[in-house]
């Protein structure tokens, strides 16, 4: 495919392959094939700049992360460009392509974001991506994004994207992803509880949720809201044309209508209490009857026809019992067939060996049965239990509708339908009305369930309806990331007051990093001593906060990850890059970068604690992990 691509002049080219190590397969693919798309001057160009950057080129570190394939490759014009690269070599990637060096490059979706590497062409290996759970398709969006890169500005007057043909590969989705014009953007924006401390530390409580309201989360929520409101005003346009042709010229058609509705509902009610009624009463029946019971179901207009029960009804919620009728036919009987009419009217002691399939046996019971039937009483017409008040108001309804002017109009039925419509049309507006409700001020919303846990937790101090910032609030205010809540609840207690600096990095680390795959985790044993103590402190109190975000209804807190733990302890106690990645699968530029950022939020704790100890312990974990590849 690269040749192919350099024959029709369309490198540089970035290939997306939503998996890093399907990238790195390629580049060895291009190696192992003899691939090169540089010249010798190119080449040799290639190796000043990449001698330029890493001087000492024999070092452990570099034979560890395969520099030298990996020079081979930039030589050849080729290189894989994705997170797990070691930011260091992405720089030299990056400027490489920029120089026209690298021809050809196997990205996955991460440099969609934000890095200048404009190509002549791109190619989508496919049009669906791993998404950690699913493969799930490439959206308008990120197909936009992705191919965006194609065409380099005052190069090229044109850029052009390449997807790869497959069997399964369906040329329709692929035509409505390359015209799609517009997709919708979906923002990211939560407020956080550290973003809640410091809004209110420095606008105060009401001040901050108004500008949470008009925060851009809350602007992309009312543009869809927008949506609703124009459908809403249609809506209700075409309900004034309704009732326009809805008039009637005898009288007030709305209020004749809306006499016939309170009489329909009213009529449902009752028929549906009605309907639960009769089941009620027949399954009570039906799961009292016993073996022998002569019963009778009185129909209103046949005459009563009586059976004997052979079997007890077993299920209480749905009784069947087995009965013999009085024509020998045996069945098995539910509250359908009895309604509210079945009543008892006699007993027939059943032998033990009675055996319901002899014949002699059934014409016994049947001459039993109509004995019992001849000298029973006759039914009883059961009066009708209805709530009277229920029957007068229907009569008053009744007779209201037909004193009504409209009545008698001609275009009755006209008018009606009409009227359905609107009442169709008004209840559409009713569902686009609530479903506006709860997209407004959502954001508010949440802002209120945080304040909510963190007065509950004493960061704010409530008084009326504003709050104040505590103490504990501003340790919690210098503390950004995911697990900010966490971070200062442990800076709060003494759970991390006892660890040394390499112990605290390693605790720490759970705070930060996330595993990219489910089963990284809980394969990890936690270490012993009170660095294990601290780590399982620290997952009680992770269940404290839940539960009380659960109360507020609340869901932010993401879980710890204990799967950097190890690396980060073997890090910081001076072992080697090849040592410590040896026995995990991370790549050596999620090293670096989960590294720094667990540096980072040991800068933020040593900066916030009010324990000088504990400051310092932070500070000195932080430099024993900044050293090496991670200093690069
Ligand atoms: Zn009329």
Not at 224 to 244: H, K, N, P
Request: negative net charge; contains cysteine.
């Amino acid at each position: 495919m690269i040749e192919e691509l350099d024959r029709a002049g369309l490198l540089p080219s970035i290939t997306f392959i939503f998996s890093r190590a399907a990238c790195d397969d390629a580049v060895s693919q291009c190696l192992a094939g003899g691939l090169f798309v540089t010249s010798a001057e190119e080449r040799l160009e290639i190796r000043g700049i990449v001698d330029a950057h890493f001087p000492d080129a024999s070092s452990e570190e570099l034979r560890i992360l395969g520099f030298a394939s990996w020079c081979d490759g930039l030589e050849r014009g080729i290189a894989a460009h994705h997170a797990g690269l070691l930011p260091a070599f992405k720089v030299v990637v990056e400027q490489l392509f920029q120089a026209g060096l690298v021809k050809v490059v196997f990205a996955t979706e991460t440099l969609a974001l934000g890095i200048n590497m404009p190509a002549r062409s791109v190619v989508l290996e496919k049009l669906t991506k791993w998404n950690g759970s699913v493969h799930a398709a490439v959206t308008a969006g990120e197909y936009t994004q992705l191919t965006g890169r194609a065409g380099r500005r005052g190069i090229d007057t044109q850029g052009h994207a390449i997807v790869v043909w497959h069997s399964e590969l369906d040329p329709d989705s692929l035509a409505g992803l390359a015209s799609a014009r517009t997709y919708p953007l979906k923002s990211s924006f939560k407020p956080s509880y550290n973003m809640a401390i410091n809004l209110i530390e420095k606008f105060g409580t009401h001040r901050a949720r108004e500008l949470l309201e008009s925060s851009f989360a809350q602007f992309q929520a009312d543009r869809s809201v927008v949506g609703l409101a124009t459908q809403m005003r249609r809506s209700e346009d075409a309900i004034d044309g309704y009732q326009e042709a809805m008039e009637c010229h005898l009288g007030d058609f709305a209020s004749y209508m809306s006499l016939r509705r309170q009489l329909s509902d009213l009529e449902k009610d009752t028929k549906r209490d009605g309907v639960r009624e009769r089941r009620n009463t027949a399954t009570n029946f039906l799961n009292e009857v016993q073996r022998g019971d002569v019963i009778v179901i009185d129909a209103a207009r046949r005459s009563s026809v009586p059976f004997v029960v052979i079997d007890e009804a077993q299920d209480m919620d749905d009784p069947r019992p087995r009965v013999m009728s009085q024509t020998r036919v045996v069945k098995r009987i539910g509250y359908t067939d009895v309604g509210d009419q079945g009543r008892t009217i006699g007993q027939i002691r059943l032998p033990a060996t009675f055996d319901s399939r002899s014949p002699k046996t059934r014409s016994w019971l049947a001459d039993q049965m109509s004995v019992i039937a001849k000298s029973a009483p006759p039914a009883v017409p059961t009066e009708k239990i209805s709530d009277s008040k229920i029957d007068v108001e229907i009569s008053r309804l009744r007779k209201a509708i037909r004193a009504h002017a409209c009545h008698g109009c001609t275009d009755r039925e006209e008018h009606v339908r009409w009227h359905e419509r609107i009442y169709s049309t008004q209840r559409e507006i009713d569902k686009l009305e609530s479903r506006v409700a709860t997209r407004t001020s959502s954001i508010a919303k949440e802002f209120d369930r945080i304040c909510e846990v963190l007065t509950e937790l004493k960061y704010l101090e409530k008084s009326s309806d504003a709050h104040t910032v505590t103490d504990a609030g501003l340790v919690l205010g210098r503390i950004y990331g995911e697990l900010d809540l966490l971070t200062a609840e442990c800076l709060r207690s003494s759970i991390w007051r006892e660890l040394t600096a390499e112990q605290m990095s390693s605790a720490v680390s759970t705070l930060v990093y996330e595993s990219r795959r489910d089963d990284d985790r809980d394969t990890q044993n936690i270490p012993e001593g009170s660095l294990g103590i601290a780590l399982t402190e620290m997952v009680y109190k992770w269940g404290e906060l839940k539960d009380i975000e659960s109360q507020h209804r609340m869901d932010s807190l993401r879980e710890m990850d204990p799967g950097f733990v190890w690396v980060t302890l073997k890090w910081a106690r001076g072992q080697s890059i090849a040592k410590v990645l040896k026995s995990t699968d991370l790549q050596p530029g999620d090293f670096v970068r989960w590294s720094k950022q667990v540096i980072d939020l040991l800068g933020q704790i040593s900066l916030a604690s009010d324990d000088p100890k504990l400051a310092a312990t932070a500070r000195s974990a932080g430099d024993l992990i900044n050293r090496g590849i991670v200093a690069w």
